[in-house]
């Protein structure tokens, strides 16, 4: 059976993860890092990274040719993405699986969006 390229989504609402200089924060970061080991060694995780937040980022748009800059998200909002992970699975029911077992999802701090990536090389999506 092929296996279906998904990127997993993470978006925490504002302040509801723990602040990097809590004691929470390392276990919250070790529980990233064994997701990422379990998903590493079953062959499912394909890559993967941490974000900063949306006041770090420049969102870019060309109007009429003109390259356009605006500082920060382009829209406002109350939650965040925080990161990303590559992963090929099985199936929809197996991606579940594993977006539910990451930290920002498992603690109930946000939630993980499922996308399957389009495959090029099998033609233009249906």
């Not at 969102?59 to 356009?68: F, Q």
Request: proline content about 7%; overall charge negative.
């Amino acid at each position: 059976m092929t296996k279906t390229s998904y990127t997993l989504i993470l978006t925490a609402a504002h302040g509801s993860e723990p602040a990097p200089d809590s004691e929470e924060f390392g276990a919250y970061v070790s529980e990233y890092m064994a997701f990422a080991e379990a998903a590493g060694a079953a062959g499912v995780l394909k890559g993967g990274e941490s974000v900063l937040p949306p006041e770090m980022s420049t969102t870019v748009s060309v109007v009429d040719g003109d390259i356009k800059l605006h500082d920060g998200p382009f829209a406002e909002v109350d939650e965040h993405v925080i990161g990303w992970y590559l992963i090929e699975a099985e199936d929809l029911d197996e991606a579940v699986k594993w977006a539910a077992q990451i930290p920002v999802a498992a603690r109930g701090y946000g939630a993980v969006e499922i996308r399957p990536n389009i495959d090029y090389t099998q033609g233009p999506p249906a």
